[in-house]
């Protein structure tokens, strides 16, 4: 069964350091996702990207981060300068509609 | 500003009998409505869903109910099983938009045997 697949796993990183999170959404699909989940909080959506351009995004997703579909296959969330308050579980997703999205396993990202 | 809301954050519930996990939600634009189950170190997993022009849809053990006039949609599992147990997620969309989900706080399921 297709899956969306996520690297890292687990990512440390230091306060003030670039991190790039990779994702490999399914291959029929046409929208991508990032959305974010803080210990013990709720999903939160981060931005949207359709037809190689962001679609939609929140207010969490300033101009430190950033999102890009370097070729057919990977996706890529880009946070510039991390701060401590970024560390959270990054899931990637994807969907081939505006209907259901289906979800990585996730990055937890670490920064001390 | 919570629009999709799960006021249970846990629930209990012996195996073979049936769970029932409620959400409400306050926009009345959202009009695509989905269940997630997730594990803890793992992303949601798709379930469920309805559309808003429907008041019920079934998919083996899951029933996922919707009221619009009370904005209010609930998810049973008949029967539960010690599998089920992880936290359940309900999740909403509203028109137009490239599928952006609104998710709620969950619900903690536990299936006791």
């Known amino acids: 069964e297709p899956e969306v697949t996520q690297t890292p796993s687990h990512q440390v990183t230091q306060m003030g350091q670039e991190v790039i999170l990779r994702c490999v959404p399914i291959s029929n699909h046409l929208y991508f996702y990032w959305y974010r989940q803080i210990l013990g909080q709720k999903v939160e959506f981060l931005v949207s990207f359709y037809n190689n351009e962001i679609s939609e995004k929140s207010e969490i997703f300033d101009d430190q981060f950033s999102v890009e579909r370097p070729d057919g296959s990977n996706f890529t969330l880009k946070i510039r300068s991390t701060k401590l308050e970024d560390s959270a579980m990054y899931f990637c997703?994807?969907?081939?509609?505006?209907?259901?999205?289906?979800f990585g396993q996730g990055t937890r990202l670490t920064v001390v | 500003d919570q629009q999709v809301k799960q006021n249970s954050p846990s629930l209990s519930v012996q195996e073979g009998r049936i769970s029932i996990l409620n959400c409400d939600y306050t926009?009345?634009?959202?009009?695509?409505f989905l269940w997630y189950k997730k594990y803890p170190a793992e992303g949601p997993t798709f379930l469920i869903s309805?559309?808003?022009?429907?008041d019920k849809n079934e998919d083996g053990r899951f029933t996922v109910f919707l009221n619009k006039s009370a904005k209010h949609l609930s998810l049973h599992i008949v029967p539960s099983q010690p599998g089920d147990s992880a936290v359940y997620f309900c999740a909403a969309r509203f028109t137009g938009t490239a599928s952006k989900l609104t998710f709620g706080t969950g619900t903690r399921l536990q299936v006791t045997l």
């Open positions: 926009n009345s634009m959202f009009d695509y």
């Open positions: 997703a994807s969907s081939r509609q505006t209907t259901e999205a289906f």
């Open positions: 309805i559309s808003s022009i429907k």
